[in-house]
């Protein structure tokens, strides 16, 4: 069981599921050689793919390259079911970090064939989170700096003004499908720039200029 820490303190709920989008920003598609999806893509990783990003976590090294894919998360404080923007607004307890950790090799393999994707994104330790900050911060939602440094060099850098899909809209969105909880978190989507991690990277993960996030990626 994973609590996050809000403001500081611990939050009153433990994570539940974490709701993930994939292609949300148009380069890191484009990237991937993917197709722009006209309506978001949507996946789960459980409560046990939850840990702290600081001051370490951990990637296995038995099944390929790891990548990391820095996204805004959105920790959600109230039950959110069916929602409208403004609901989904309301619904917002914290915002902060999260490292959507994925087997590239396993992923690829899994595509190939048609499969899901859960053995790639979905492991236990699979969605490192930093602390959150509380959402009466953010005077626009599509105004977000986000940044990854690996090893002194810039590697993802992005602002959620580009997103393919908004995040009041795609918290609404997602809410027709899924019922949020408190203690959902909701990974927004990453910019361009994912790559893999190795044993001993040293990290700085940002958000604004509310969360400095330092942490060494260990081999499991």
């Known amino acids: ?22 292609r ?17 893509i ?3 990783k459980p409560a046990s793919a939850a840990v702290p990003m600081s001051p370490a976590f951990s990637i296995p090294t038995d099944q390929g390259s790891v990548h990391h894919e820095l996204e805004i998360a959105i920790l959600i404080g109230q039950p959110l079911s069916r929602a409208d923007q403004q609901q989904a607004a309301e619904a917002i307890a914290g915002v902060g970090l999260g490292i959507d950790l994925t087997l590239r090799d396993v992923q690829d393999k899994l595509k190939a064939k048609g499969q899901p994707w859960e053995r790639a994104k979905a492991f236990d330790g699979a969605a490192p989170l930093s602390t959150f900050v509380d959402a009466a911060r953010v005077s ?22 580009v997103m ?7 918290i609404a969105e997602i809410s027709q499908t899924f ?3 408190p203690g959902d978190v909701i990974l927004t989507g990453t910019p361009a720039g994912v790559g893999p991690l190795l044993p001993g ?3 700085e993960a940002r958000l604004a200029d509310w969360l400095v996030i330092p942490a060494t990626v260990q081999g499991a």
């Open 42 to 44: 949507l996946f789960i």
């Open 201 to 203: 990277d040293r990290l």
């Open 179 to 181: 019922a949020l909880q």
């Open 164 to 170: 393919l899909f908004p995040i009041l809209a795609l």
């Open 140 to 161: 626009n939602w599509q105004d977000l700096d986000l940044s990854l440094v690996r090893n002194g060099a810039i590697q993802q850098q992005g602002n959620s003004s």
């Open 24 to 40: 949300n920003y148009a380069a890191h598609a484009l990237e991937l050689n993917n197709p722009i999806p006209d309506q978001a």
């Open 1 to 22: 069981m994973f609590i996050p820490q809000l403001n500081g303190q611990p939050f009153a709920h433990a994570v539940g599921k974490i709701v993930c989008v994939g």
